[in-house]
């Protein structure tokens, strides 16, 4: 190595070599041997102060335990943790130290999600108490500067899918796709045709919440396989269309990354037998002002304000689904709608053909917020080149990934494509015996976060689905591939060691699943782990 | 914009170059010939209509700030309002915990990278489980409303019965959401909700219309503690006597906040226990606090088997004394099976558990009491001060938790005018029930937390004897 190396010659030497597989990052995840908050603390301890009754007040009504009825207090206190505040602070961040979330694991890895980075300003614009300490039931000219985001948030979201109205009482993207099924069924209701129409058509490769949702407003579920070229099969979708068709909830692209070049003609034969279309965009990072939903002419879709536009994902939630319609399905949107009349305004109850509601009070406009505050530093223009990037970004990264031993993409030879990909290594389990879920377990000792595998079922066997979105530098994507290539090399020349990992993570390989499974040894509480397992009565 | 090349804080690659050295790799021209894969019938040509960037974040933040700041917060003003969001004090290490970079932006990592957010979640099942008197707690969803339904519909897959009985008081909100979830009546797989009475004097429900409303069609018996109305109710254990006595399951919807003091669903012989951890840690984000928790026995596998949510197991590890955080039974949820599973799961409200975990936490069982000791207290002063009130008389029984409807009928005003007035003397007044509840006249639903002191509600009192004179 030359001894004139200069600080960037040296960056940029470490960068090839971390891309060719030989230089990893030295990672060793914090491991602190933490016990559970309920076997810690000592009897007396505080972790807070409350305030108490004040003396006037107790004289003035008595003593709390005079307004309990008999047989309702509480016999023995509840056995939670009697802890002093720092004691109870220190645990918990050291529990956010063993946990890598997307800020620090490079997340490239969770396909179908959309790790993107959320802008920290937009945090302190939702913890202040305009936004925190806001109560549902204020008065709507107390909110007027959250009604206006809002509303605004859904003019956006109009011109991005072309549709004509918008809810963002959804508290998750699932919950959107929901309250679509709701939605048709109210349709079909009002037109009184529910009795005849039961059936609703998704594919495999949408997420599962588009088979599970119509499944619980009611409707039998046809789900269509994809041909040889991974397209949902349009055969096998004309014949499964009916006068009995509700209608379809399908992705595009799907989890495969696949665009649908005819995607229009699926709509078409939905709507020549009087059904409808939705499509479910909670993957729309790839098509952001390149395709709208309403130009292939879907009735119905919507967005996840949690992956697309930016708002973090909190560990799963708190989240919000922005579900998108034409005019014709606009007046069964769920209570109350945002609406504008003059400068001012509204929250519009008076909807009587609305399903009613999905979620209670107004939604989880925090994320909204956030969203809006993202649309609006990109702009037009910007939110073309967030698409353009993420999928420039994953066809880099494709390259690479296909030069990976054991790696293959199914389907579609010859297309590429959008926002991710789902590759098998079916190859490297068979040459092996280290299958996706091994190799999950070891790409973290990188440093990296755990990459997606598939939703059920596996239609791709021993799956991963990156999805390396405009946050990424290519560094970044080098970095990603160079340990997927790592694990590889690996696997190859000695898969034992990659099966017994992980090897640098805050605790050694899991036993025990048959807790899983098994009534005697599950536990989902401390408690009942003291009684099952420990014996403790 | 122009033919400035657009480079942006949070797209590393929309650097000319950097994209440029990326097509070269890949022997194309431009990121269009990728574009190619979506046909040109159906390629956007127009604009989007957007706002041009703000660019820089000062410029943004004065933006966006400037429209939140024409809110008005419940700490600019003083708020009685609760009616499912409640505004407790969040303790700062809450807070703290939850803003952790690491939480925030976690999503579906694996069991060992996302560990702390897996063993967090254990924790928050345990505690929840202390407070609730139940050994099996799942992975909270969407809000109380919502897994109030769900635990309908679980009562219906377990007994294989289509009927429920709710109070007639239920919040009417909550109703909506359940009434979405359990289908129209007309549709084969639908539960049908069918409502037993409630004592207009004391406000807990009516033991004997349940009783001759109950019959081997009904899945399950709910009820809410406190009600809606705010009442405590007295015959919890009765409610669940009877339900089984008819083979049915007993529900109990309860707020999780009222558990230092009052007696848990467990130890009344309730099946399953669904609410809202909001009150346990959660700002009211206008409603985006609000998280739904389902618990139930463990005793009979059937609960777990037919739970709609996750369920997390602890685990061990190689080394003796470790424990991981496992989720079990996946193949029943809908990520396991689609359309198959028992309902469906999704993202919903995670951080907020982790929140609950640090409040339960840092409360422990004094906390609790003298949490639950105070909103009694002070709710109750509240009343004795309103009710002195010429015009101003407390319905319902005098067992209430913090919560109380306050009949305003005598003063000839209605709730939406005394409403406005308050806004006048910077405080938001009780929910209006005059639409809700007609048979109550011109009621609210006043709420008093710990959070409001005495002189705070003498400040109250004294307005609302201006604003009703």
Sequence with gaps: ?537 | MGDTPFVHPYIPNSVPATKQTMLDELGLSSVEEIYAEIPERLRFKGTLDIPSAIRSERELRKHVQGLLDKNTSAVDFMNFCGAGCWQHHVPAVVDEIINRAEFVSAYCGGDYSDLGKYLTRFEFNSMLGELLDFDAVANPIYDWGDVAGRSFRMARRITGRDKVLAPAHVSPMRLMEMRTLCQPEAMPTSTKIRFYEWDRESGMVDLEDLEAKLDDSIAAVYWENPTYLGTIEAQGAEIARLAHEHGALAIAGVDPITLGVLAPPGSLGADIACGDIQPLGMHMHAGGGCSGFIAFRDEDPAFAQECPLELYTVMETKTPGQYAVGEAMAERTSYGSRDQGKDWVGTASGLWTIAAAVYMALMGPQGFKEVGETCIARSHYAARLLGEIPGVRIRLSPSFFKEFVVDFSETGKTVAEINEKLLGHEIFGGKDLSSEFPELGQSALYCVTEYYDQADIEKLASAVKEVTA
Excluded at chain 1, 125 to 153: C, F, N, S
Excluded at chain 1, 262 to 288: C, M, P, R, S, W
Excluded at chain 1, 453 to 464: A, G, K, L, R, Y
Aim: net charge negative; with cysteine.
């Design chain 1, 1 to 537: 190595m030359s001894t004139h190396e200069t600080p960037h010659e040296k960056v940029a030497r470490l960068a090839k070599l971390r891309r060719d597989g030989g230089v990893l990052r030295d990672y060793r995840s914090p491991r602190y041997d933490e016990p559970f908050i309920m076997e810690q603390g000592t009897p007396g301890e505080r972790g807070v102060f409350v305030p108490l009754a004040e003396e006037a007040v107790t004289q003035a009504v008595g003593e709390a335990a005079d307004y309990i009825p008999e047989g309702m207090t509480r016999a023995a206190a509840p056995v939670l943790p009697e802890m002093a505040q720092y004691q109870v602070m220190r645990h918990y961040l050291r529990y956010a130290q063993m946990t890598l979330g997307m800020d620090l694991g490079s997340d490239i890895s969770e396909g179908t999600c959309t790790m993107k980075y959320s802008p920290k300003m937009h945090e302190e614009l939702i913890r202040g108490h305009k936004a925190a300490d806001l109560h549902p039931w204020q008065d709507e000219d107390t909110m007027q500067g959250l009604l206006e985001i809002v509303y605004e948030t859904g003019q956006y979201l109009k011109s991005i899918s072309g549709m004509d109205a918008f809810t963002l009482q959804p508290g998750g993207g699932s919950h959107a796709v929901y309250t679509n099924a709701c939605v048709m069924r109210r349709y079909f209701e009002a037109k009184g045709e529910l009795d005849q129409r039961d059936e609703m058509i998704t594919t495999i490769f949408s997420h599962p919440c588009d088979a599970a949702t119509p499944k619980v407003a009611g409707f039998k579920v046809i789900t269509v396989m994809p041909d040889d070229n991974g397209y949902p099969d349009l055969e096998a979708f004309k014949t499964a269309v009916s006068e009995k068709t509700v209608g379809c909830m399908i992705t595009n692209p799907e989890d495969t990354g696949i665009y649908n070049p005819q995607i229009d003609k699926y709509v078409e034969v939905l709507h020549d037998a009087g059904a409808l279309a939705f499509t479910d965009q909670a993957n729309a990072n790839g098509i952001l002002g390149f395709a709208r939903a309403r130009d292939a002419g879907f009735d119905a879709c919507h967005f996840n304000l949690h992956k697309t536009f930016s708002s973090p994902h909190g560990c799963e939630g708190p989240a919000s689904g922005a579900y998108m319609v034409t005019d014709e399905l606009a007046p069964y949107l769920p209570v109350p709608v945002v609406t504008k009349v003059g400068d001012k305004f509204h929250l519009d109850y008076d909807r009587p053909e609305s399903i009613g509601r999905v979620r209670g009070f107004l939604g989880n406009w925090m994320c909204v917020i956030r969203a809006y505050a993202w649309i609006r530093n990109l702009g037009p223009e910007g939110l073309k080149e967030v698409a353009e990037i993420s999928v420039l970004n994953n066809n880099y990264l494709d390259n690479l990934l296909m030069a990976v031993k054991g790696v293959s993409r199914p389907y579609a030879e010859g297309h590429r494509r959008l926002d991710q990909v789902r590759y098998s290594l079916q190859q490297l389990k068979e040459d092996t015996g280290v299958g996706t879920e091994a190799l999950r377990d070891r790409m973290v000792d990188f440093g990296i976060q755990s990459y997606w595998m598939s939703h059920h079922p596996w239609v791709v066997p021993e799956p991963f689905t990156p999805e390396p979105c405009e946050t990424y530098s290519k560094d970044d994507l080098d970095e990603w591939a160079a340990v997927i290539k790592k694990g590889s090399d690996e696997s190859y020349a000695d898969a034992a060691f990659v099966l017994d990992a992980p090897h640098a993570q805050p605790i050694d390989q899991m036993l025990r699943t048959e807790a899983m499974e098994e009534h005697d040894q599950w536990a989902f509480t401390w408690r009942a782990y003291q009684k099952k397992i420990r014996g403790a009565t």
